[in-house]
Structures are given as C-alpha cells and as structure tokens.
C-alpha cells in the first residue's frame, strides 16, 4: 500500500499545532508530516519542527489554497526523489485539531483500498461553533445545485485524497472556498467522494469580531468559488 502524507496548513497556531503534527506522526501508513506555515507571526514554524514536522514557510501570508498546493508540491518532490510505484496519498488536517487528530486514520482507508478517490471527515462530536450557519448552508446548498449531492460537512478541511484526484481539483479555489470547489470539481469529473466519520474536534471559533471577519472571509471565498463553477 502507498505511504501516506499529511499536510498542515498553518497561520498562527503555536499553541495547538505541535499536538497535531505529535499526533498525526502516528497514524498508520504516514511517514512524513508536512506544515506549511502561511506566514505566521508566532511560533508556528519552530513548534511544528520541534514535534516532528517538515515546514515549508511563506513568507506572507498567501491563504489555505495556497498553503495546500505548497504542500502537495512538497509531497510530490518527495515523491519524485524516491520513486514509487503509486505516489503517497494526501491526508489534509486543519492546525487546531490538537490530540485528536490521532483519529484521522478511517480518512485514510477507503482511498487505501480503492474504494473513494477522495474522503471528506463528517465529525461526530460536534463543537459549537458560535456563527449562524451562514456559510455552510451556502456551501452546502451551492454543492448541490452544482452536483446534486449535499455533503453534510461541506467546509471540512479534513480530507484525504489521491495524487490523481488532487490533480483533477487543480487550479484550486482561493483561500476558504477550496473545500466546496473541490467537491464540485471531483464531483463533475466524475472522481467517487466518500464522507467518513470521525471523532476529530478543532477549536470553536468566537462571536468577537476578529471571528465575525473571518467568517466574512470564507463567505466570499466560498461565494467566489460557486460563481465561478456556475
């Protein structure tokens, strides 16, 4: 079976990215933790070597998307340096997910056994998240306009996807509606996408007003996303 690579994109997360990155360092079949530090202005990078990680730093700050790519370009000249037969698959975890993503290994197995070329984490605990919704009734519904199927996480940045399939989702959307588009790319290209749940928990966003901009932020970023696949 190929190895499995993690990547972590992170943008000021050193209180929570070490546990992450100590915890997926133990997932079966991974052998390689990459972080992308999207231009932190705490201790990120130097917390996420500390446990174990490979980083891979921008020097601003560039938006999950491009977070993603560097890391799947990282994995890919990995994989290019030591040849393989099937190249290592992509396990995407968000930076706060802490302890718990040591529970990220169902993600992980029906790509394993050819079964999805793409899986979308459902959490089963649930965490109150402190927003109305908005977003998500958004990206959900756009989804199904696009394709017919209505995920029930749509936003989870929690997947695991095979090198072929990430390829299919190239360009991806900007910033935060690179989930969505996603889904809906794979989707009409007719790629299988499996949702898996699992008892992973990030942190709860807030109702203060740095939380209610980036909620804002994603709004358009998914907003964006759907137009553009009209």
Aim: one cysteine or more; charged letters at 25%.
């Amino acid at each position: 079976m190929p190895q499995v690579a993690v990547v972590i994109p992170a943008y000021n997360e050193a209180d929570r990215v070490g546990a992450t990155v100590a915890a997926a360092t133990g997932l079966s079949d991974v052998d390689v933790v990459i972080v992308v530090d999207d231009g932190s202005r705490d201790g990120t990078a130097r917390v996420a070597e500390q446990a174990g990680a490979s980083v891979l730093r921008h020097a601003r700050n560039r938006g999950k998307a491009a977070a993603m790519e560097t890391g799947a370009e990282g994995v890919r000249l990995l994989d290019q340096r030591e040849p393989r037969e099937i190249p290592r698959y992509l396990l995407f975890l968000d930076a706060d997910l802490g302890a718990s993503a040591a529970e990220a290994g169902p993600l992980i197995t029906p790509v394993a056994a050819g079964d999805a070329d793409m899986t979308i984490a459902v959490f089963s605990a649930r965490v109150k998240l402190g927003g109305h919704g908005f977003v998500v009734g958004l990206a959900r519904a756009g989804i199904r306009r696009a394709v017919g199927w209505a995920p029930a996480q749509p936003l989870n940045g929690q997947r695991c996807l095979t090198r072929a399939a990430f390829a299919a989702a190239r360009p991806l959307a900007r910033g935060f509606g690179v989930e969505t588009a996603m889904t809906i790319d794979l989707k009409r290209k007719g790629l299988r996408i499996t949702e898996v749940e699992v008892p992973l928990a990030h942190r709860a966003t807030g109702t203060d007003l740095r939380a209610q901009l980036h909620r804002a932020r994603q709004f358009a970023d998914v907003a964006w996303a759907l137009v553009t696949r009209r």
